[in-house]
């Protein structure tokens, strides 16, 4: 599939503001709106866009702490063994196989300390768990969770993001 540069400021309209109309977008890229429900269409199908979803803002709902948990399991644990143990723990945001000492990274936001204790203290529950390193987060330079990069070729969000 290729993507040009219309397909391109499309993606990051709809990154910036998935409820944005058809005719908005069509407007700033120079597209009407059924030539952009088309290119939707087409970016959907291809699997571009995977879906649409709604951004959240943790600390308004109460998740005030967050860390980043090396996991190092004993022996040799399948990925989807270990997403089984992760995925009942509500506190895991995500979890990503890495290379190095440790197997998984693991993204834990929790209300508190106390609940970030108790979110590590499931995650160890198992004894395929043979060690953690946590690293609790201070504050946010820089995240892209929620937009992700800017599509291949567009230098920056500036161009086509809302001020």
Same mark, same amino acid.
């Given at each position: 599939m290729?993507i =040009?540069? *219309?397909?391109?400021q499309?993606?990051?309209?709809?990154? =910036?503001n998935?409820r944005a109309?058809?005719r908005? *977008?069509?407007?700033?890229?120079?597209?009407?709106?059924?030539a952009?429900?088309?290119?939707?269409d @087409?970016?959907?199908? =291809?699997?571009?866009?995977?879906?649409f979803? #709604?951004r959240?803002?943790?600390?308004?709902?109460?998740?005030?702490?967050?860390?980043?948990v090396?996991?190092?399991?004993?022996g040799?644990?399948?990925?989807?063994?270990i997403?089984k143990?992760?995925?009942? *723990?509500?506190?895991? *945001?995500?979890?990503? +196989?890495?290379?190095?000492?440790?197997?998984?990274?693991?993204?834990? @936001?929790?209300?508190d300390m106390?609940?970030f204790?108790?979110?590590?203290?499931?995650?160890r529950?198992?004894?395929?768990?043979?060690?953690?390193?946590? +690293?609790?987060?201070?504050?946010?330079?820089?995240?892209?969770?929620t +937009?992700?990069? #800017?599509?291949?070729g567009?230098?920056q969000?500036g =161009?086509?993001?809302?001020?």
């Amino acid at each position: 599939m290729q993507i =040009d540069n *219309i397909d391109e400021q499309i993606i990051a309209r709809l990154v =910036d503001n998935a409820r944005a109309s058809f005719r908005e *977008i069509g407007e700033a890229v120079g597209l009407s709106a059924p030539a952009v429900k088309r290119r939707v269409d @087409r970016l959907v199908a =291809d699997g571009v866009i995977s879906g649409f979803t #709604a951004r959240l803002t943790p600390e308004a709902l109460g998740w005030r702490a967050q860390a980043l948990v090396a996991v190092t399991y004993a022996g040799n644990v399948p990925p989807d063994r270990i997403k089984k143990i992760l995925e009942p *723990i509500p506190q895991v *945001i995500a979890a990503y +196989t890495v290379s190095g000492d440790a197997d998984v990274l693991v993204h834990l @936001r929790a209300a508190d300390m106390a609940d970030f204790e108790q979110a590590l203290e499931k995650l160890r529950a198992t004894d395929a768990v043979a060690r953690t390193e946590s +690293t609790i987060v201070l504050s946010t330079l820089l995240d892209r969770t929620t +937009t992700g990069p #800017a599509p291949h070729g567009l230098s920056q969000w500036g =161009d086509t993001r809302r001020r």
